[in-house]
């Protein structure tokens, strides 16, 4: 045992080792037909022009249970809430939401950077972005790396 420094001392305790099963939280199941009736409501407040509450419902309760095509049905729904605010609001609506809110705002514009239409969008996510770490500092940001529920 000369070099000592370069055992895993990890793999010789069982107990330490965790399953990704065991770290990633259990979200309920969501159906498809209740992903568009939230969206088809979120898109009746966007014609009404009350993009603060289209956000706040969109941002509430996300689908994290949803199937990946409902999911990017509601991202894409997300996206045209952000592209249809006037950048003057987004301080007093980010604002507005909780901290649970907050978090989901961030995992949607993280996600929208990485979609094909947000980055056809890419200067109002990052406009969105800026005035949400403004005003919430970077905590959403480090709970987005460390969350495992995917939107």
């Known amino acids: ?60 309760e996300p689908p994290y249970g949803a199937d990946e095509q409902s999911k990017e049905l509601y991202l894409n729904t997300v996206i045209d809430i952000f592209s249809a605010t006037k950048q003057t609001d987004i301080a007093s609506i980010v604002k507005s939401l909780s901290l649970e809110q907050q978090n989901a705002l961030l995992k949607y514009l993280y996600k929208g950077m990485a979609s094909k239409k947000g980055q056809q969008q890419g200067g109002i996510l990052l406009a969105w972005y800026e005035k949400t770490v403004e005003v919430t500092g970077l905590g959403p940001v480090v709970r987005y790396l460390t969350d495992r529920r995917t939107v």
């Open 1 to 60: 045992m000369e070099d000592w420094r370069r055992i895993d001392i990890d793999a010789l305790d069982p107990e330490n080792t965790m399953t990704l099963e065991e770290l990633t939280p259990e979200v309920p199941p969501v159906s498809s037909q209740e992903v568009s009736s939230k969206i088809n409501n979120i898109r009746t407040l966007i014609s009404k022009g009350s993009h603060g509450d289209a956000i706040l419902l969109a941002v509430d």
